[in-house]
């Protein structure tokens, strides 16, 4: 069974610039998370979709972030305009149902440097 | 608001040398208690989920602990392939908050 994937797996940004995150959950998976790990920190949720509903956006700086899940399945996560302590590894994770008993499985994340 | 504390905050072994890492918790009604290990360059990998005190579960060296406050995620005669960070994350409503992880590094 093919896991979580993102794009890009690296991305380096000017400030002020914008940035675009990918994610693709295990197929059947209805709830699909984003979250930021800062260097050194566990990841936090920024965002969590129940198929194309958002369940939690509570810690998404909605200023400059924004994310949108198309159609129940792919999602994206966007940047506009980016800050510095933004750099982080932005982390996708889908589970099956979102319930508390659903285990979230993790993709490899995209590495953001903003300089 | 959910917190977790992990400590240490790295950890040194020998191969062959036991331990155990710590989570501590407060949450207000726990669903799960998550344990992830990460690799550099990695997304966290699952590895436990338990669910009520004195709940116990084992996969091969590693094996997971939790009492009303904390788990423990004890590792039996480590090798190195285990060095990695593990990362230990408690449920209460729909959200994970995670702890800062205990870096493991497994020497020969």
């Known amino acids: 069974e093919a896991g979580v994937a993102q794009s890009p797996r690296y991305k380096i940004i000017e400030k002020r610039q914008s940035v675009a995150f990918w994610c693709n959950p295990i197929s059947g998976h209805a709830t699909l998370y984003w979250y930021q790990q800062i260097l050194g920190q566990g990841p936090k949720l920024l965002i969590q979709f129940q198929n194309n509903g958002v369940v939690d956006d509570s810690q998404l700086p909605k200023d400059r972030f924004s994310a949108e899940r198309l159609k129940g399945v792919d999602s994206t996560l966007k940047i506009q305009p980016a800050k510095l302590e933004d750099s982080a590894v932005y982390l996708c994770?889908?589970?099956?149902?979102?319930?508390?008993?659903?285990?979230?499985?993790f993709g490899p994340g995209t590495r953001l440097t903003v300089l | 608001e959910d917190q977790v504390t992990q400590s240490p905050e790295a950890l040194r072994l020998q191969e062959g040398e036991s331990s155990s890492l710590n989570c501590s918790y407060t949450v207000s009604g726990l669903r799960g208690l998550f344990w992830y290990r990460q690799d550099p360059g990695k997304g966290p990998e699952f590895l436990f989920t338990l669910y009520s005190a004195g709940e116990e579960k084992e996969k091969e060296r590693l094996k997971a602990t939790l009492t009303k406050k904390e788990s423990f995620l004890h590792i039996t005669a480590p090798k190195p392939e285990d060095s990695a960070t593990y990362l230990c994350a408690v449920q209460g409503g729909y959200k994970l908050t995670f702890g800062t992880g205990t870096q493991l590094k497994v020497e020969l």
């Open positions: 994770a889908s589970s099956f149902g979102g319930t508390s008993e659903d285990t979230q499985y």
